[in-house]
Nanobody
Framework: QVQLVESGGGLVQAGGSLRLSCAAS????????MGWFRQAPGKEREIVAT????????YYADSVKGRFTISRDNAKNTVYLQMNSLKPEDTAVYYC????????????????WGQGTQVTVSS
């Protein structure tokens, strides 16, 4: 059974930084795609950033481009999200996601999810 364990959330002032980490375990090999989604109160879950195993396919939501960076350590089956210049509107529960399929008709569909970590940005 694949498990995704997130860490690194917390409370930060606007303009500050946080780094989220997510480690995958329970299956041989590294996930082909890993990513981060978020859900703010009263809103639908939205994609933040995704990255393929090699990094060739990397995606950022327009709202985080230039401020957030997704990276991976494939040896550790871990994905990171470096969040800089945080804004109050970044406040949400952030979820890690992973997918082991190489052929993915829907690049935003992930089979495995973490439990979520709260990020709160105060103004």
């Amino acid at each position: 059974q694949v498990q995704l364990v997130e860490s690194g959330g917390g409370l930060v002032q606007a303009g500050g930084s946080l780094r989220l980490s997510c480690a995958a375990s329970g299956r041989t090999g590294s996930p082909y795609a890993m990513g981060w989604f978020r859900q703010a109160p009263g809103k639908e879950r939205e994609i933040v950033a995704t990255r393929s195993w090699s990094g060739v396919n990397t995606y950022y939501a327009d709202s985080v481009k230039g401020r957030f960076t997704i990276s991976r350590d494939n040896a550790k089956n871990t994905v990171y999200l470096q969040m800089n210049s945080l804004k109050p509107e970044d406040t949400a529960v952030y979820y890690c996601a992973a997918d082991y399929r190489i052929i993915r008709p829907d690049p935003n569909r992930f089979d495995y999810w973490g439990q979520g970590t709260q990020v709160t940005v105060s103004s």
